[in-house]
């Protein structure tokens, strides 16, 4: 955009209304403008420690459920979406301290094991429900059906 902001035109979609138009893209892309799934997953993503990072992934892996239930691929992608993004933002901090993986030079730091083991311990949380989203059968079927739309 000419003003310098790059809102894109998920902001001008309600993808639960338009489910076609819900392009399910690479990893974690999309998590801050799909809507209505931002607003409803955002608030209960956290990764601060292990038990907030418990609470968070079985709140979205509840969130999952209701979408399933309610055949909405959109959102059960997008709480895929938030779970795998607890992982890799949890996993960045346990391995860089601080979560800074590159100097003011641009060069990546080399990875620590483990800078932040209570970060540690929260990723695999995540991951624990990221894989249950990932080998769900639903979910698998669900996504092959969108792509083929």
């Known amino acids: 955009m000419a003003d310098g902001t790059d809102d894109g035109p998920e902001y001008d979609v309600d993808f639960r209304e338009n489910p076609r138009e819900y392009e399910i893209g690479r990893g974690e892309e999309g998590v801050f403008k799909v809507e209505p799934y931002k607003s409803e997953l955002l608030p209960l993503w956290s990764y601060a420690d292990e038990e907030s990072a418990r609470e968070s992934a ?10 399933r239930e309610n055949d909405d691929f959109p959102g059960m992608d997008m709480a895929r979406k938030y779970l795998q993004m607890g992982y890799t933002r949890a996993m960045r901090y346990a391995k860089y301290p601080g979560g800074t993986k590159y100097g003011d030079d641009g060069e990546e730091f080399e990875p620590e094991q483990w800078a932040d083991e209570e970060k540690r311990e929260a990723a695999l949380v995540f991951e624990e429900y990221w894989e249950r989203v990932r080998e769900d059968e639903r979910y698998r079927e669900a996504k092959e059906r969108h792509r083929e739309q």
């Open 58 to 67: 079985e709140s979205i892996y509840e969130r999952y459920k209701e979408y």
